[in-house]
């Protein structure tokens, strides 16, 4: 039986049999249908014959037949089944699909088939015999396993790529001399062209393309689970042997735990992946593990006034294919994990700016023209590590570009707000980004303000960026400092991502230490003391944040190497588990960001910023395209840096202190009080002393009215704002008078979102009523940090703060994020 796990608590499991087939490119093809919230249509999958395969060529039924044995164990009762559809109905592009089978494939499907009834295949009856039992096969049959989880699927297929047009090309290799069946041919074709060098990814874009639309040659055999789609071809005993190019027609669900459908803020509808725990295989049938790098194209037809935006190096401009249906096309060449794969469908506007204020925006980004060590350059020039594909870092033009071509896109009634800053911010922090690392990674950008749904502050995808619409409120601080974040995850997390997914600090840390640095150089005329001044108070707010964390979460989920000596490690077949990756908490944790920020500063502050700096840059060139482990980075780093090790700097004693422990780590304890000393923290204290001195007076006054010597409060930075309301959140006591001046002094109504939480504890805390309206604001429009206000509005157990936040859930719950969802109803009932 397969493994049954409960989808909001436990490990994610990682099903696909990589090790034995291996995806190397999609091609989607989608209708968007928002009556009936689904998407639907087919994926063709082109394989290549995986590693551990390969490796045990020699014994390669034994390894196969191993393999099958244990899946078999492990898989789920529901039985094969090739229903009977009309798949005319699944596209608008499924002309391909009316070829007859002929000869000998038309009697193998029709064997096929004969393992179940016309009844089975038109009600979905689940037959009584599983795949692994079927009569004349036994258990000798190959099984391809992909992660698939809330999806129809409704006829898998093997393709006949021998019948493309000009694929005679691919078939005159000397290497296909000798090929007596057709099967093997095509597996050659398919071997051929995914192979193809990096030069002609064009070419092998165009056979793609026309391969995935050739014929169908015979029904495969599956099975769907709770977490996978099991698929077999009768009588085929090896993935040498089994089909590597297949079809699956398929639809999503509405409640389908990939894409979120909801409307955004001007009312209408939209759907988009927002990042769900369980990935894309909601989305699509897929390999998730992060080994399975592949390239992908998609079609996805919509109705008109619809925008698709998806990760795709082009700039889609639809095509109109009938009357009201638009169809957009997107491709990508550099391969990545398929849980990169991002899509937005909505009534998205894109963001115009005067041109006047474009060109101004664009002239103060000269100085960012090159990377900041001219000597980096060296590097471009070494043979890149990774697959061969289409590089930007061996483009000359490419290596120059500071600024990449960028768009912003957002309802129609968020255009003035994005317009006022998100528009400017783009180029200077592309700029910054680039003066810190260098070459950009992709070639273009789309930024997209997404729902107020949306369970994050952002979210980094090949070629596109979601921001919640709370970073724009407030001023460029907030929308300035996590644009940066989310361009840093174009180097980290994405051009280099992190072999097991539990190592996530490798994107989050590191993203959350370049975002410091971007902002800073985006910032542009700030003094190097302004710069170390803003740095040190953001660390202070961290170490603060990372102690609370520490103190109100379980210790499992505090260890950045969950599976310590075990990292990396995956079965036989190729199939793991993300551990922890399912815990609805999980998601609202910051630790794997606060601690990788902290042990990357740690390392900064010993080497210096200049030989560090130089080191990332070093280590973005060595590894891009490429999937790492912690110690891939940390050996780098220590190899230049020799005399690091006498000083008992090790790649171990960091494992120890900083990525196998929870808790603060003992180093960063040792250095926790000594941001005090900043001048911007001091500056804050100063404040907080006239705050709580005016509180005093004003409790001894009583009912007299006092007159009061005039206080006079400095203007305090976003940041310090953020820290002062931390302070005064410590105090037991402030009297509604004082927070009636707080709000009025700062305005804080006015500011982000991070000051504006602050606020609602501090409302939450001393039951100030009239800031009530400020809470169920935040709570609507800020949904992607009004989780942890809802606990504050219970634990109080006031009869009035319990009842707003119930009214709250109630009027959000509807399209609000299913693991933000699951957490505050277990708050409130």
């Keep these: ?77 529901e039985p094969c089944h090739t229903p009977m559809i009309n798949v005319s109905t699944c596209s608008s592009k499924m002309e391909y699909n009316d070829f007859a089978v002929s000869g000998k494939e038309e009697e193998a499907a029709s064997d096929e088939n004969s393992n179940h009834s016309n009844n089975e295949q038109a009600s979905g009856i689940s037959s009584s015999k599983d795949c692994c039992d079927i009569e004349d096969h036994g258990n000798k049959d190959f099984l391809l396993v992909l992660d698939c989880c809330d999806l129809s699927v409704l006829k898998v297929e093997e393709v006949d790529v021998a ?60 099975s769907t689970g709770t977490w996978s789609l099991e698929i077999r071809k009768s009588g085929i005993q090896t993935p040498a042997d089994f089909p590597h190019a297949i079809r699956i027609w398929y639809k999503t669900k509405p409640e389908g735990r990939s894409v979120t459908w909801t409307t955004d803020q001007s009312g209408r509808p939209c759907v988009y992946t927002m990042g769900s725990p369980i990935n894309n295989r909601a989305l699509f049938p897929c390999q998730e593990p992060p080994i399975a790098l592949s390239t992908w194209q998609a079609s996805v037809r919509a109705a008109a006034g619809f925008v698709v ?40 506007q894109e963001v115009k700016q005067q041109s006047f204020k474009q060109k101004a925006a664009i002239g103060t980004n000269t100085e960012f023209s090159l990377p900041s060590s001219q000597t980096d350059l060296r590097w471009h020039e070494e043979i890149c590590g990774h697959m061969e594909y289409p590089c930007r870092f061996q483009n000359p033009a490419a290596r120059l570009q500071a600024v990449i071509p960028y768009r912003v896109f957002a309802p129609r009634c968020l255009l003035e707000s994005c317009e006022e800053y998100l528009l400017q911010l783009v180029p ?100 190097h003391d302004e710069i170390k001044g803003q740095q040190e108070l953001k660390a202070l707010l961290r170490w ?25 490690e995956v079965s036989e077949s190729g199939a793991s588990v993300v551990k922890y990756g399912l815990k609805a908490e999980k ?75 929870s808790g603060i780590p003992k180093p960063l304890l040792e250095e926790g009080e000594t941001w005090k000393e900043c001048q911007l923290v001091q500056q804050v204290t100063g404040e907080v002393t006239k705050w709580i ?54 305005q804080l109504r006015e500011q982000d979102a991070e000051v504006r939480h602050r606020w609602c504890e501090l409302v939450i805390k001393h039951k100030y009523e009239p800031g009530y309206g400020d809470i169920e604001r935040f709570l609507r429009e800020d949904q992607a940090m009004g989780v942890y206000l809802y606990g504050e509005l219970m634990v109080n157990e006031d009869a009035k703060q319990q009842e707003l936040a119930r009214k709250c859930f109630a009027a959000a719950q509807e399209h609000m994020d299913a693991s933000s969802a699951k957490v505050v109803a277990e708050m409130l009932f």
């Design 309 to 348: 935006l998806m990760s795709g190096e082009n700039s889609a401009e639809p095509v109109q294919l009938r009357e009201g249906i638009l169809n957009w096309y997107y491709y990508v060449s550099m391969p990545m994990p398929a849980s990169t794969f991002t899509i937005a469908v909505g009534c998205w």
């Design 1 to 77: 039986m397969e493994t049954q796990l409960d989808p909001m608590k436990d490990d994610l499991p990682l099903m696909a049999n990589t090790s034995y087939m291996l995806v190397k490119h999609y091609v989607l093809d989608l209708d968007v249908d928002f009556k009936s919230k689904v998407i639907e249509g087919s994926i063709v999958l082109f394989f290549e014959t995986g590693s551990q395969y390969r490796k045990t060529s020699s014994a390669g039924k034994e390894c196969c037949q191993s393999q099958f044995d244990e899946t078999c164990k492990m898989r789920a009762s």
């Design 587 to 661: 998601i609202f944790m910051q630790v794997h960001y606060l601690k990788g920020y902290f042990l990357l500063r740690s390392l900064a502050r010993k080497i210096g910023e200049v030989s560090y700096l130089a080191s990332l840059r070093k280590f973005v060139v060595k590894f891009h395209g490429q999937l790492v482990l912690s110690q891939d980075f940390l050996s780098m780093l220590l190899e230049d840096i020799p005399k690091q090790k006498q000083s008992g700097l090790t790649v171990e004693s960091i494992f120890q202190n900083w990525l196998d422990t």
């Design 428 to 527: 200077q922090c592309l700029s910054a980004a680039y003066a810190t690392l260098g070459t950009h990674p992709f070639s273009r950008l789309d930024v997209l303000i997404v729902p107020s749904n949306f369970s994050s502050l952002g979210m980094a995808s090949p070629h596109i960026i979601f921001l919640s619409q709370s970073v724009l409120p407030g001023g460029s601080h907030l929308c300035g400092t996590r644009l940066c974040h989310e361009i840093a995850h174009a180097w980290f997390g994405l051009a280099i991502g992190a072999r097991d997914w539990t190592e996530e600090w490798i994107s989050e840390g590191f993203a959350t230490f370049l975002e410091d640095l971007f902002w800073a150089r985006a910032q542009q005329q700030l003094s």
């Design 544 to 568: 603060r944040r990372l102690r609370d964390e520490v103190q109100n979460s379980e210790e499992e989920l505090q260890v950045l190497r969950p599976k310590k000596e075990s990292t990396g």
């Design 163 to 222: 019948a493309v047009s000009g694929i005679e090309k691919f078939t005159r290799s000397a290497k296909l001399t000798g090929v007596s069946k057709l099967e093997n041919l095509r597996n050659q074709i398919v071997h051929e062209l995914v192979t193809l060098p990096a030069d002609r990814w064009k070419e092998q874009l165009y056979y793609f393309t026309h391969c995935s639309q050739a014929p169908g040659c015979g029904e495969l055999l599956f």
């Design 693 to 746: 001195q005016t509180n005093r007076r004003i409790r001894k006054s009583s009912k007299k009215k006092m007159k009061q010597d005039e206080v006079v409060f400095q203007q305090l930075l976003p940041d310090q704002l953020v820290l002062l309301l931390e302070f005064l959140l410590e105090e037991k006591t402030l009297c509604p008078r004082i927070l009636q001046c707080l709000e009025r002094t700062y």
